[in-house]
């Protein structure tokens, strides 16, 4: 028996095991999908809660527009059936049409709307020169306070005279007062006459008169005598000191027409109304008045 010498080819499949493998990357699409659907859900739900529902309707009529016409024939499209003009399909379309689509407002509406805004723009004009003519005094009647404080404690003469003068803003004007005090008064009793102390303030007062344009008003005040009863003779004796401190500021250059009202008001109006009897009672008030814009005849 022969040997045969050539060996058999054996041919061996191993078959992997132990159920560890990774089945693929399938699972991981499959995921990705997954998450990305729930961040748009939430997504979703947030912009629901946030917009509002102006929003919400814009945003569902671009996803579904309203159409032009609600029907496809002739008639229910934008001329309803109706053609441009008299003239058929050449005509241009400016009469009827346009009416119908354009209406004019009557005639009183338009005229009574812009005479409203007209109106309306006229006050608020005259209310802004008001304010700015409030402004300019204000800015004004300071600068003069300052000025006639700074004269008082410059000049010694007014320096020991300082606590005779009252300046302060009231809805008139700038309100200067020159005040006696005991000891100290600027007329002699029952005197028109203005002593050489008043004729002092009087000037540092008309040199403050003459850097402004405004009128002036000058009144004078008694005060009432010692058993707190009312004089008679007041009424002139103030009115006559209210005139004589005018002719004084007019020998210091203050010019007549400058002067608006010159009166006498006796003791009714104290600076001192819990005691009458006070020589502070005893002064005269000189205003420099705030003067109105001058506004169009027509208003």
């Known amino acids: 028996m022969a040997v045969n010498s050539e060996q058999p080819i054996i041919i061996k499949k191993i078959k992997k095991g132990g159920g ?76 009827s049409v346009i009416k119908q689509m354009a209406p004019e407002a009557p005639d009183n509406v338009g005229k009574e709307g812009q005479s409203s805004k007209a109106a309306n723009l006229d006050s608020a004009n005259d209310q802004a020169l008001r304010d700015a003519m409030a402004k300019k005094d204000q800015d004004a009647f300071a600068s003069a306070a300052q000025s006639l404080r700074q004269s008082l404690q410059d000049m010694p003469e007014l320096a020991e005279l300082s606590k005779q003068i009252l300046i302060d803003q009231t809805p008139e004007g700038l309100r200067i007062q020159l005040v006696d005090q005991e000891g100290r008064s600027m007329f002699q009793e029952n005197s028109k006459t203005p002593n050489d102390r008043a004729k002092i303030l009087l000037r540092a007062v008309a040199k403050v008169i003459n850097q402004l344009p405004n009128r002036v008003t000058i009144a004078g005040h008694t005060s009432a005598n010692a058993y707190g009863k009312k004089q008679d003779g007041d009424w002139s004796l103030s009115a006559e000191r209210a005139d004589a401190s005018r002719q004084v500021l007019r020998g210091f250059g203050v010019p007549d027409d400058r002067i608006y009202q010159v009166s006498g008001k006796a003791n009714s109006e104290p600076l001192y109304p819990d005691d009458p009897t006070l020589a502070g009672n005893r002064r005269i008030s000189i205003v420099l008045l705030r003067e109105k814009p001058v506004l169009p005849d027509n208003l």
């Open 20 to 95: 560890h493998g990774h089945h693929g990357g399938a699972w991981k699409v499959a995921y990705a999908d997954f998450v990305t659907a729930m961040m748009a859900f939430f997504l979703l739900m947030w912009l629901l809660n946030t917009t509002s529902p102006e929003q919400k309707q814009g945003i569902a009529d671009y996803f579904a527009p309203a159409s032009i016409s609600s029907t496809t024939s002739g008639s229910g499209g934008i001329l309803g059936g109706t053609s441009l003009g008299d003239d058929g399909a050449k005509a241009d379309g400016k009469l």
